[in-house]
T-cell receptor, first 113, second 110 residues
Framework: NAGVTQTPKFRILKIGQSMTLQCTQDMNHNYMYWYRQDPGMGLKLIYYSVGAGITDKGEVPNGYNVSRSTTEDFPLRLELAAPSQTSVYFC????????????FGQGTRLTVV | GEDVEQSLFLSVREGDSSVINCTYTDSSSTYLYWYKQEPGAGLQLLTYIFSNMDMKQDQRLTVLLNKKDKHLSLRIADTQTGDSAIYFCAESILGTALIFGKGTTLSVSS
C-alpha cells in the first residue's frame, strides 16, 4: 500500500498565483484532512472531509478550498496565493470507526514570494 | 474549547530516560496520541491511549494519562540519538479531526 500520497513535495508560488495540492489515499479511509504546519507551531486544521461529497471548515480555512469527489482524493486549492500561506501542508486520513491512527502524507513545502 | 499544550524543548543524554509532558483541555477526548516527526518528514504515530486507561506500555515507550488533571506524558526509556525528533501530543473527540500541540523538540546528545 502506498498510504497517503501528496504532490508536489515542494513549490514556489508568486503572490496572486493559484495552485492545487494533490492528496490521494489507497486505504479506503472515509475521513481526510488538510493541515498546515508553521515553524515552531503545531498543526492547524484547514479543512476536513468525512466522505465523498462532504467537506467542512477547520480552524484556518480562509484562502483555501477543497473538494471530495471520490473517496481516494482530497485536493486543496489556493486561489490567490499570499505570503501568509507559506507553510508545510500535510494531508492525512483515518478510518471512520477506527479513529486510532491518522496516516499522514510526507508534506508539501510551499513558499509564496 | 480545545487546546493542547506542550513544552517546546527537551535535552537529554543518550541512555537516560526522556519524559515529554502535555496538557489538554477537552474532557470529552476519547483518544490521546503521541506522534513523532523527523526532519523533513510527515508525522508517524508512536502510540495512543484510550481515555479510560491510565497507562500504556509499548517496548521503550510508556504513556501515562491523568484524566483528572488532563495531563498526558510520554516516557522514552534508554533514549537513543535516533529518538531526536519533534514529538506531538494530539487529542481527538470521536468523529472529529485531531487537535495537535505545538510539539516538543527532543535533542539527544551522546
Amino acid at each position: 500500500n502506498a498510504g497517503v500520497t501528496q504532490t508536489p513535495k515542494f513549490r514556489i508560488l508568486k503572490i496572486g498565483q493559484s495552485m492545487t495540492l494533490q492528496c490521494t489515499q489507497d486505504m479506503n479511509h472515509n475521513y481526510m484532512y488538510w493541515y498546515r504546519q508553521d515553524p515552531g507551531m503545531g498543526l492547524k486544521l484547514i479543512y476536513y472531509s468525512v466522505g465523498a461529497g462532504i467537506t467542512d471548515k477547520g480552524e484556518v480555512p480562509n484562502g483555501y478550498n477543497v473538494s471530495r469527489s471520490t473517496t481516494e482524493d482530497f485536493p486543496l486549492r489556493l486561489e490567490l496565493a499570499a505570503p501568509s500561506q507559506t507553510s508545510v501542508y500535510f494531508c492525512a486520513s483515518t478510518h471512520r470507526e477506527r479513529n486510532t491512527e491518522a496516516f499522514f502524507g510526507q508534506g508539501t513545502r510551499l513558499t509564496v514570494v | 474549547g480545545e487546546d493542547v499544550e506542550q513544552s517546546l524543548f527537551l535535552s537529554v543524554r543518550e541512555g537516560d530516560s526522556s519524559v515529554i509532558n502535555c496538557t489538554y483541555t477537552d474532557s470529552s477526548s476519547t483518544y490521546l496520541y503521541w506522534y513523532k516527526q523527523e526532519p523533513g518528514a510527515g508525522l508517524q504515530l508512536l502510540t495512543y491511549i484510550f481515555s479510560n486507561m491510565d497507562m500504556k506500555q509499548d517496548q521503550r515507550l510508556t504513556v501515562l494519562l491523568n484524566k483528572k488533571d488532563k495531563h498526558l506524558s510520554l516516557r522514552i526509556a534508554d533514549t537513543q540519538t535516533g529518538d531526536s525528533a519533534i514529538y506531538f501530543c494530539a487529542e481527538s473527540i470521536l468523529g472529529t479531526a485531531l487537535i495537535f500541540g505545538k510539539g516538543t523538540t527532543l535533542s539527544v546528545s551522546s
